[in-house]
């Protein structure tokens, strides 16, 4: 059994999206299986509809942890995994530090059409987080860097 999408385009151009429960079933006639929906759960929009499927999951992870799930079946596949555990670390020393409040001031009312400290932000996770690899400039020992949380009075 799957959660599936199925949507439907309105007369006035709108795309409704509504979930299924659903199981694929073998059609021996066609040779082929054939899926088969148990249950309409309703609009993907509708708040309703979500706290329901949030009950079902949990109903269903209180019969077999999701280590079990994985554990069990030996096809699972990672697609993509993107770590950003350090661009909270980051995050946290942005704000703690003030970078943010700062950026902002000087920033100003100016209107530069984006948002200017997310912008810096970006530009400093990126670096932080992924430094070159062939750069002289900051090649090892010649910089020393301290980070502190303390602030200047």
């Known amino acids: 059994m799957y959660l599936r999408e199925s ?7 709108s795309v409704v999206t509504y979930l299924q429960l659903a199981e694929n079933v073998w059609d021996a006639t ?3 299986s054939q899926a088969s929906i148990v249950h309409n759960c ?4 509708d708040p309703d509809v979500v706290e329901r499927l949030r009950r079902l999951a949990k109903s269903i992870l209180r019969r077999c942890s999701p280590e079990e799930i994985v554990g069990a079946g030996g096809d699972w596949r990672l697609i993509c995994a993107w770590p950003y555990g350090d661009v909270y670390v980051l995050e946290t020393l942005w704000k703690q530090l003030g970078i943010d409040a700062i950026v902002r001031q000087q920033a100003g009312t100016r209107h530069f059409g984006f948002d200017v400290e997310r912008a810096l932000f970006a ?3 990126n670096r932080a987080c992924a430094p070159p690899r062939n750069s002289t400039a900051m090649s090892s ?8 949380t303390e602030r200047k009075s």
């Open 30 to 32: 066609k040779g082929r």
């Open 123 to 125: 530009l400093v996770a």
């Open 42 to 45: 309703g609009r993907a929009d």
């Open 141 to 148: 020992g010649s910089r020393k860097t301290r980070i502190s």
């Open 7 to 13: 949507k439907q385009r309105r007369a006035d151009g």
